[in-house]
């Protein structure tokens, strides 16, 4: 495998995936310990690296993209090698359920049709920003659910189980324009009129801001409901260094949107993927 193609997979970005995974597994009563750990596997070694791939040959970016400053040059290599990694999750995903198989079968279809250039979802602000945050998040919640408790898709239509879907699916519809913001002007070159582009950078900031007290307040409401009152305080105090980073970055980009750069958005990622991945292990323990 060429350094170039083992790049573009951008295997560690798939940690900035892991709280959905978490938060499911958080939330399980019945966990299948040796599925657990095959969906996570499948997951974030696999599908996602798949999709970051996939997703890397049809864009050709020249500029940085999430997890890569300066990405080399793609090959033809890079494409197969997705399609590949896509087969292996398939097959595996066959040893849990099939259910869990068609769900990765359908994730995988939408990763496609966001980036290939004959139907390219990335390229409408709306549905691009939809797909994202709705099969990122409620979609993998589902089915990681699925895997780790070794159950039915019928069997999870209960209010427990479908608003920390739900919740994780507003987070991420609110957290990612946030990765878009500084890929304006290759997104505008090659015709992708992202959500982000579409609200300008401080607009981006301010959207966040409202999807993030909107899905901080539905997660209090589901702890306090579902498990108990230190849980949700516990959200909460996880979440107040996103909060005050992401205030500290919006008075810089203010004052200079250059500062709505590359850096700052992976060190928010990073800080708010070790916050909820902490919590979720705590929800868990707890």
């Given at each position: 495998?060429?350094?170039?193609t083992f790049l573009h997979l951008r295997i560690p970005f798939s940690f900035f995936l892991?709280?959905?995974f978490?938060?499911?597994l958080a939330v399980s009563n019945e966990i299948n310990f040796r599925d657990s750990f095959l969906a996570f596997f499948i997951l974030h070694f696999l599908v996602y690296p798949a999709s970051n791939g996939y997703n890397s040959y049809?864009?050709?970016d020249e500029k940085s993209i999430g997890g890569l400053?300066?990405?080399?040059?793609t090959t033809k290599e890079l494409y197969y090698i997705s399609l590949l990694l896509d087969s292996i999750a398939l097959l595996l995903a066959l040893t849990i359920s099939l259910e869990f198989t068609v769900m990765i079968f359908v994730y995988g279809a939408i990763s496609k049709a966001y980036s290939h250039p004959n139907i390219r979802l990335k390229k409408h602000a709306v549905i691009g920003w939809l797909s994202a945050g709705v099969f990122q998040g409620y979609f993998t919640f589902l089915m990681s659910f699925l895997a780790i408790n070794e159950t039915?898709?019928?069997?999870t239509w209960n209010w427990s189980i479908q608003m920390p879907g739900i919740l994780s699916s507003l987070l991420l519809l609110g957290s990612y324009p946030m990765t878009q913001i500084y890929q304006h002007d290759e997104d505008e070159k090659r015709g992708d009129i992202t959500i982000s582009l579409k609200l300008g950078v401080l607009g981006t900031f301010h959207f966040t801001s409202i999807a993030f007290l909107i899905s901080s307040a539905g997660f209090v409401y589901y702890f306090m409901n579902y498990h108990s009152m230190t849980e949700a305080v516990a959200f909460l105090i996880f979440m107040a260094p996103v909060l005050f980073y992401f205030t500290f970055?919006?008075?810089r980009a203010r004052n200079d949107s250059a500062n709505a750069d590359f850096e700052s958005t992976m060190r928010l990622n990073l800080i708010s993927s070790l916050m909820l991945n902490g919590f979720f292990v705590f929800l868990w323990l707890s």
């Amino acid at each position: 495998m060429k350094k170039s193609t083992f790049l573009h997979l951008r295997i560690p970005f798939s940690f900035f995936l892991l709280p959905v995974f978490m938060l499911a597994l958080a939330v399980s009563n019945e966990i299948n310990f040796r599925d657990s750990f095959l969906a996570f596997f499948i997951l974030h070694f696999l599908v996602y690296p798949a999709s970051n791939g996939y997703n890397s040959y049809f864009d050709k970016d020249e500029k940085s993209i999430g997890g890569l400053k300066n990405p080399p040059k793609t090959t033809k290599e890079l494409y197969y090698i997705s399609l590949l990694l896509d087969s292996i999750a398939l097959l595996l995903a066959l040893t849990i359920s099939l259910e869990f198989t068609v769900m990765i079968f359908v994730y995988g279809a939408i990763s496609k049709a966001y980036s290939h250039p004959n139907i390219r979802l990335k390229k409408h602000a709306v549905i691009g920003w939809l797909s994202a945050g709705v099969f990122q998040g409620y979609f993998t919640f589902l089915m990681s659910f699925l895997a780790i408790n070794e159950t039915l898709i019928a069997e999870t239509w209960n209010w427990s189980i479908q608003m920390p879907g739900i919740l994780s699916s507003l987070l991420l519809l609110g957290s990612y324009p946030m990765t878009q913001i500084y890929q304006h002007d290759e997104d505008e070159k090659r015709g992708d009129i992202t959500i982000s582009l579409k609200l300008g950078v401080l607009g981006t900031f301010h959207f966040t801001s409202i999807a993030f007290l909107i899905s901080s307040a539905g997660f209090v409401y589901y702890f306090m409901n579902y498990h108990s009152m230190t849980e949700a305080v516990a959200f909460l105090i996880f979440m107040a260094p996103v909060l005050f980073y992401f205030t500290f970055w919006y008075l810089r980009a203010r004052n200079d949107s250059a500062n709505a750069d590359f850096e700052s958005t992976m060190r928010l990622n990073l800080i708010s993927s070790l916050m909820l991945n902490g919590f979720f292990v705590f929800l868990w323990l707890s």
